[in-house]
């Protein structure tokens, strides 16, 4: 008689468990990624590498079982690969608006929940060479995380070696900062857990987060202020949602132009992407007729909480911030400088360990103190940003070059708008998913990054070089053009 291995089962994490139960028909909880290879590549090859790689990672074989008293990962001892790794065709000549077609109905079609929640589908012809659509549930791990697991399919060099070397040479610790930051956790954990239990009252009277406040600690001062945010004004970015998504992606920016560009203002890449992304929104509100004239809407950021060659242990150890994006500021300059600003009060800040902390709490709480406590922080912004560097030299998988790629973290509660950004090989690049009912047209949207960029870096060639530049650079500048006009 054949002996039957014993089924492992282990514990999910309060943060994954918050992460697999925030899934709704309206914002799945996936990530989804599309990569772009210059060579085509053929199943078989691609099947080899998720066996010996991705499957590497134990936990990938694993699928969720959630009940009253928790979610689990338990072994799935019916797993088929074929079943996970797919192959596809894009319609008709199959160009860029098939493939980005393709990926939003992808990114809007739900996991099978019987099975490990990840699929890989090739398309092994597109533009010359093939493409690789990812979906990965995000109780798995987040975005950091699963861009390393990601990476770690590639090599440096065409010729495959028995494993990934690349993180020998891109990934490094930022020990010291993350250590500084998972301090608090425990303590904002603690503190999730006593302010979800009345998050019911907070709910109907935000306005009792002045006693947090008053409660004392830096904890206590973060939780309360980010309560008494204000909900994001309406505009045609939020609104009720629907069941189906729509992404894009724009031409890539040259990296080092952009790095010139936060020389000139002194302030970070992540600044002027942050300030582009902006302008590129303030655009296309302009063009649905919205009145924005000292419009602020707010985005939930991403915060790393560990060392970032730490990320391929998998999970969720990231906090969320509140930014502020400018839409109603016309002056380039100025936007940028007050993105800048919001980013530099931030840092300061310990909001992302207290969103870390109640999330925690959320992946145990009862659904009905889940949904309160996740629709009160939503309507609080309108769009997700993500910015993850990426290796800064070239990447193979199965013998082909890396051409271009892109990744979208899922939008939660009511939500409707990601914006994606990712260095790679020296460029950035840029891409968008939203809800079809508030944003059919997201490369309306895509089509304004490059335009908004190049008005910073033309600022940047007109300043003074020997000086920073300011608002009122731009303002002569825009006098400038209407005497030549």
């Known amino acids: ?17 918050a992460w697999l139960r925030m899934e709704r028909a309206t914002n799945l909880m996936m990530i989804t990624g599309v990569m772009m290879f210059d ?7 691609l099947k080899r590498i998720i066996k010996q790689r991705f499957l590497a990672y134990p936990r990938f074989r694993q699928k969720t079982v959630d009940a009253a008293t928790g ?9 088929d690969l074929d079943w996970h790794v797919r192959l596809t ?19 809007s079609t739900p996991l099978d929940k019987t099975k ?12 010359g060479g093939s493409a690789l659509i990812t979906r990965i549930h995000h109780c798995y791990a987040d975005g950091i995380a699963l861009v390393q697991v990601l990476l770690s399919l590639t090599d440096t060099t065409r010729k495959a070696k028995p494993g990934s070397d690349l993180a020998k040479k891109w990934l490094k610790a930022d020990g010291a900062k993350v250590a500084e930051r998972v301090g608090g956790i425990n303590r904002a954990v603690q503190f999730g857990e006593r302010m979800l239990e009345k998050s019911m009252d907070f709910y109907r009277d935000p306005s009792l987060a002045g006693v947090l406040a008053r409660e004392g600690g830096e904890i206590a001062r973060e939780l309360g202020h980010a309560l008494s945010l204000s909900d994001d004004p309406k505009t045609v970015l939020r609104g009720r949602l629907g069941v189906s998504k729509r992404v894009a992606w724009a031409e890539p920016l040259d990296l080092e132009e952009v790095k010139a560009v936060s020389r000139a203002f002194d302030c970070t890449v992540n600044d ?31 915060v790393n909480l560990r060392p970032l060659e730490h990320a391929r242990k998998l999970g969720n150890h990231f906090g969320l911030v509140f930014l502020e994006l400018p839409v109603g500021e016309a002056n380039p300059a100025t936007r940028l400088h007050r993105v800048k600003a919001s980013m530099a009060e931030l840092k300061t800040s310990r909001q992302a360990i ?30 997700v940003a993500t910015n ?50 508030l944003m059919p047209d997201p490369d309306a949207v895509i089509r304004r990054f490059r335009p908004e960029f190049e008005k910073l870096l033309y600022l940047s060639l007109m300043a003074d070089w020997d000086g920073v530049v300011k608002s009122e650079d731009a303002e002569s500048v825009n006098d400038a053009r209407v005497v030549a006009d």
């Open 354 to 383: 207290v969103a870390y902390g109640l999330l925690a709490a959320m992946g145990l709480a009862p659904p009905a103190v889940q949904r309160t406590a996740l629709e009160l922080f939503s309507r609080k912004a309108t769009a």
């Open 116 to 127: 490990p929640l990840w699929q890989f589908h090739l398309v092994e012809r597109y533009d």
């Open 272 to 302: 002027v992407l942050m300030a582009t992304a902006s302008g590129a929104l303030r655009a296309y509100l302009i063009e649905r007729g919205e009145r924005i004239d000292g419009l602020t809407v707010r985005a939930t950021v991403p």
């Open 388 to 437: 993850v560097p990426g290796p800064q030299m070239p990447l193979y998988m199965a013998g082909s070059q890396i051409r271009e790629m892109m990744f979208w973290v899922p939008q939660t509660g009511s939500i409707g708008v990601g914006i994606s950004i990712l260095s790679y090989h020296g460029r950035v690049h840029f891409g968008l998913i939203g809800d079809a009912r």
């Open 1 to 17: 008689m054949a002996k039957i291995d014993k089924v492992r089962r282990e514990p999910m994490s309060r943060v994954d468990t």
């Open 89 to 107: 065709a894009l319609p008709g000549r199959g160009g860029k608006r098939e493939l980005e077609r393709l990926c939003g109905q992808l990114a």
């Open 71 to 79: 979610a689990i990962w338990e072994d799935d001892s019916d797993f």
């Open 39 to 45: 060579e085509p590549i053929t199943l078989d090859r």
